[in-house]
């Protein structure tokens, strides 16, 4: 398996701490070596790195842990090959164009018969998890054309053909354009919203506080999505299975649940 | 049109001093404003950054021309955008498996109806340089099936291939397996090898030098690729047009010219 991580914030904001965090879980606290990878979005253009040496190993890791690069939207992620080799082909976040945008997708779980999802465009990489990818924003694209519907249409959409890859097996996902952050938990993953009043927080990986009162301003809203918690003393919502919850700006902005 | 940049060596080297001359002409002392990413190869794994905007002004590039993340080879390209919108799809260094290794590759100039290429695979962005790359992969598993040639063997291929590929415009182009750097140069590409009695160098582009006496051991051997000059105090080797130069752990293990 393997660990997301994800962020949405009203201003940019650097993600040091939580990767500080999540990094150490590549290989030492935890088994996800098999490769890192992270988007991030700022006014609506998104860089990445891929890296499929262990997080916790990583030189390159080390830096994004401690240099401050700031973004409205992050997804990240730590992995443990289950489908496919490790390589950079095979290292998330995958990125695909969409209605003139670059979305951004990263998959915790595993799907079964995954080659039967008809995807038209090539998969890069041999991972369920990117052929996924292709497959969601194909639906998408096949249900909306060109003209790309309004965020409650496409989230009631996504959350529907997120429960059909989650009744394949496991599917935890981060997607995002870089203005939405949309969170799929099958399994696991859990969110928390800083605002004011900021207090300290403590990471569970590794000796690591801050004291968020120092770093913010006021009107800051910053929320942050994790398979498992990153700190412990702070609270962090947990997900229900076959829930969708949809971050703009560090706010939710849509949550939808399983009726069943 | 866009400039390339190249690092082989015999020992872990960073390219901040050279990264920083580069960077600058993204968008600053130079139009290849419309991105920038780097490969860097270590003990055959290989990592990549691939950001969409101005090298110049990019807090990413501004990390990575200062930070030392340590590689054996490294391709690095900034671009200005001819063929293809400013996307991160676009954006060079491009990656794919062969021979169960990851190849990367950058591209300078432009290539007269590339849509001509036949590729298998899909290309994931929409410029003439990633199905030129694509091409010559494919036809590189054309001619050696499943077996990798040797070394002299594959730049003679790879050569008439670049060749071939000249004939359609501009084509300029680094390529590596992580062991190998092919670099062949169609109008503008340079290099020079640093080695021990090591001397300071001096930036054409920002007042930065560098002694390297002071960073290097005496066995050490870098060379640098740059489509042009980066350094004006040291004496760079211009490429012959239609010439293939092939570096390994710094040192030039086969140069092949058009005999024409």
Known sequence: MCELMGMSANVPTDICFSFAGLRIRGGATGPHKDGWGMAMYRENSVWSLHDPRPSSESDL?????????????????????????????????????????????????????????????????????????????????????????????????????????????????????????????STHLHWLTRRAPFNVAKLKDTPLDIDFEKVTSETDVVTIIATQPLTDNEKWQQMEAGELVVFQAGEVIESITCTE
Request: hydrophobic share 35%; glycine share 6%.
């Open 61 to 185: 890791a080390v830096l994004m842990s401690t240099a401050s690069l700031k973004c409205d939207i992050a997804i990240t992620h730590i992995r443990q090959a289950n489908v496919g080799e490790v390589s950079l082909a095979n290292t998330h976040p995958f990125h695909r164009q969409l209605w003139g945008k670059t979305w951004s997708y990263a998959h915790n779980g595993q799907l079964s018969n995954s080659e039967n999802l008809t995807v038209q465009q090539s998969v890069m990489g041999t991972t369920d998890s990117e052929r996924a990818f292709c497959w969601l924003l194909e639906q998408l694209k096949d249900t909306f054309g060109e003209k790309e519907p309004n965020v409650n249409t496409l989230s009631q959409k996504l959350h529907s053909l997120a429960n059909e890859l989650r009744e394949k097996g496991v599917f935890n996902m981060l997607l995002s354009d870089g203005q939405t952050l949309f969170c799929y938990c």
